[in-house]
Nanobody, 122 residues
Framework: QVQLVESGGGLVQAGGSLRLSCAVSGRTFRRYSRGWFRQAPGKEREFVAS????????FYADSVKGRFTISRDNASNTVYLQMNSLKPEDTAVYYC???????????????WGQGTQVTVSS
């Protein structure tokens, strides 16, 4: 059974940092794109960042450019999202995803994690 498991979420003050991780069990995703999405209460899920299987290309939502960095370690089948200069509007459940052709659209991804809560206080 394939599982994507996010970790690293939590409560942080505005201006702070968090690093999310997404580990995979059940199969490898070395040739898959990996992405991060988020969903705030009462809002639709939105794209945050993605990374190709080789480490490029990377894509970012305009709202996180310059603050968030996506990276991956294919040896450990793990993808990361470094989040700096966090803002209250970054508060959401963050989901990682894997897809053979994934870029910025959720429907391009085949596998999803259960999510990790990120809360940024003002």
């Amino acid at each position: 059974q394939v599982q994507l498991v996010e970790s690293g979420g939590g409560l942080v003050q505005a201006g702070g940092s968090l690093r999310l991780s997404c580990a995979v069990s059940g199969r490898t995703f070395r040739r898959y794109s990996r992405g991060w999405f988020r969903q705030a209460p009462g809002k639709e899920r939105e794209f945050v960042a993605s990374i190709g299987w080789s480490g490029s290309p990377t894509f970012y939502a305009d709202s996180v450019k310059g603050r968030f960095t996506i990276s991956r370690d294919n040896a450990s089948n793990t993808v990361y999202l470094q989040m700096n200069s966090l803002k209250p509007e970054d508060t959401a459940v963050y989901y990682c995803a894997a897809g053979s052709m994934g870029t910025i659209k959720g429907q391009e991804y085949d596998y999803w994690g259960q999510g990790t809560q990120v809360t940024v206080s003002s």
